[in-house]
């Protein structure tokens, strides 16, 4: 008896279409494969995060494979560098590719399939130029008009093709169509270009070729040298799946891979294409693709988002036909929860008010949870002494009413310490607060409190004779919100989306290893970096959750 597993349960209409392809005995599960096809021109974005979750994943799902496949048929964009950051930026999000290939791999074959369409007739060298070609066209009421050059021999054609490789010809002199249907509904079918000249050095091909093949001509030829089964793309290529598979039938493919259109990524005040996100790094609007605030895999990871989170938010949007826009602040609420969960707890103080207490003599060391969410990671110790620092915020000279936080007179509890009083606010001439003398209250030492005193709020301090000097960040978005949506990206640009604020932390954030994150309490989600010897604290997510609000 054969082993007969049963069929995952399909997740999303993609993985219905792959059991029916295993039911009705096209192929085996562990056959299933798939690509993920960047070209390199550019960084990854959270759009291809959504790609890789729907590419890996699948065949991961049916113990298949994904290759790592570079578009690279378009010479004059495509860098090594880009090459590079893919990679990195693939692995960082945990996803391991079983074969890494480029379209340029092919080119050779691609070229054996063009000699073999024109041969049969299915593909005539053009002399029209790209304008004329396009003006040829017709529209979606109108048919095409066949080109003059569209029943020339096999015999000339084939001369001519080699002539437009031997490099007789200059850019857009001539280019090689397939021979479809002027007339046909689908513009895509209008005897779309397939080869077109271009004297360009390529990068990893050099210059080997002036031809280069179309990129709808080519992926399906790349698909199948490849072995995929089913190519997974985003919906604007639904239109030119009819290509994809005249190009597969022409050529015999057997079996011939399966084109799956689903919808893209979008997120509210968040551009992804790579042309917008290359024009804010070439004219100095971020500190490059890596920024913080730049919505690329390498700018999340900058930022100190968890892979993790990511995963877990592209799984929860889901895979779907129809296009739809998500909400920023969904993907903020995947972060916070995980790291909610996950990150370790500190104290830190922005625009640092000194705190003396008076009458507290001595020194103790208290304790905290690590993460009080996770009992396994256990507790540590902070040092408690006479002269504290606790934030700006949390004092105010004119409180409003129902201010819970420290007013003269009133009382505050410090988180895991004491209560205490502030009984006087020393200030300078121009009336800044310089610092505060305060007592506290012996009995009221959390965990044990017998002060019969009722207080609201609790606040952060640090231990001013060990506070380490910190450089906090805080983010908003690059873009203004709906308001101004409609609106020319440089217009709604927000010039001020990075705030940099002094801040007091403890020592235990200086001395934590690097990249590590924490939730500041009371502050927010941020990671720890150091540099040039400076520590800094940089905000990954608030801890606002604006989502659940809504
Ligand atoms: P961009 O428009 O940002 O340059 P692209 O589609 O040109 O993106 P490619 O490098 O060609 O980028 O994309 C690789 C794969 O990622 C493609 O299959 C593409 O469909 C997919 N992809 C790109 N953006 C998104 C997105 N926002 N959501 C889902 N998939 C995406
Ligand atoms: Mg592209």
Not at 46 to 58: L, R
Not at 110 to 118: K, M, N, Q, T
Not at 295 to 308: D, M, S, V
Not at 458 to 478: H, K, P, T
Request: proline share 5%; glycine share 6%; hydrophobic share 35%.
């Amino acid at each position: 008896m054969p082993d007969i597993k049963p069929l995952p349960e399909a997740a999303n209409f993609i993985e219905q279409i792959i059991n029916e392809d295993i039911a009705s005995g096209k192929l085996r599960p562990d056959q299933v494969q798939t690509r993920f096809p960047p070209e390199p021109n550019g960084y990854l974005h959270i759009g291809h995060a959504k790609s890789m979750f729907v590419n890996f994943g699948t065949a991961l799902k049916y113990g298949g494979k994904c290759n790592l496949f570079f578009d690279d048929t378009n010479p004059s964009k495509e860098k090594t560098e880009f090459v590079d950051a893919i990679r990195a930026d693939i692995h960082w999000l945990g996803y391991e590719w079983a074969r890494e290939c480029y379209a340029s791999d092919f080119f050779d074959t691609i070229y054996e399939y063009a000699l073999r369409l024109i041969r049969e007739g299915k593909a005539f060298v053009c002399d029209l130029s790209a304008e004329e070609i396009k003006n040829t066209r017709g529209t979606l009421t109108e048919p095409g008009v066949e080109s003059p050059y569209r029943n020339r021999s096999v015999e000339e054609n084939l001369r001519l093709f080699c002539e437009m490789k031997e490099g007789k010809y200059k850019d857009g002199e001539k280019c090689l169509r397939a021979k479809i249907d002027m007339a046909s509904p689908n513009l895509n079918m209008r005897d779309p270009v397939i080869y077109r000249i271009l004297h360009a050095s390529h990068h990893r091909t050099g210059d080997k070729w002036c031809i280069y093949p179309m990129y709808d001509y080519a992926h399906p030829i790349c698909d199948y040298l490849q072995g995929v089964t089913h190519s997974l793309c985003t919906l604007e290529f639904e239109d030119h799946r009819p290509l994809y598979d005249w190009v597969g039938i022409s050529l015999g493919f057997s079996p011939k891979p399966r084109q799956i259109e689903f919808a893209r990524l979008n997120i509210t005040n968040t551009v992804m294409s790579k042309r917008y996100l290359k024009k804010l790094v070439e004219e100095g609007d971020v500190h490059g693709w890596d920024d913080p605030r730049m919505p690329t895999l390498a700018g999340l990871r900058n930022r100190g988002i968890p892979a993790a989170a990511v995963r877990d938010f592209c799984s929860r949007i889901g895979v779907a036909k129809a296009n739809s826009e998500c909400e920023y602040s969904y993907f903020e609420a995947c972060v916070r929860e995980y790291l909610n969960a996950n990150a370790e707890r500190a104290m830190a103080v922005l625009d640092p008010v000194k705190v003396t207490l008076t009458d507290y003599e001595g020194e103790e060391e208290l304790e905290f949870d690590v993460n009080p969410l996770d009992p396994a990671a256990g507790k540590r110790k902070v040092k408690f002494g006479k002269h504290l620092y606790i934030d700006g915020s949390d004092f105010s000279l004119d409180p409003p009413p129902k201010y819970f936080r420290l007013k003269k007179g009133g009382y505050v509890r410090l988180k895991n310490a004491y209560i205490i009083r502030c009984d006087e606010a020393v200030q300078d001439e121009e009336g800044n607060v310089k610092e505060l003398l305060c007592s506290y209250v012996p009995e009221s030492h959390s965990g044990s409190d017998t002060s019969g005193i009722k207080v609201k709020g609790v606040i952060q301090w640090v231990n001013a004779d060990e506070a380490a000097e910190a450089e906090l960040r805080q983010y908003e978005s690059l873009l203004r919100d709906a308001d101004y949506a409609g609106q020319d990206f440089t217009e709604r640009m927000n010039r001020e989306s990075e705030k940099i604020v002094a801040a007091k932390a403890e020592p235990y954030l200086a001395q934590a290893e690097d990249g590590k994150a924490f939730q500041l309490l009371r502050t927010g989600y941020y990671k720890k970096c150091c540099e040039d010897g400076k520590l800094v604290l940089s905000e990954i997510v608030s801890l606002k959750d604006n989502f659940n609000k809504k």
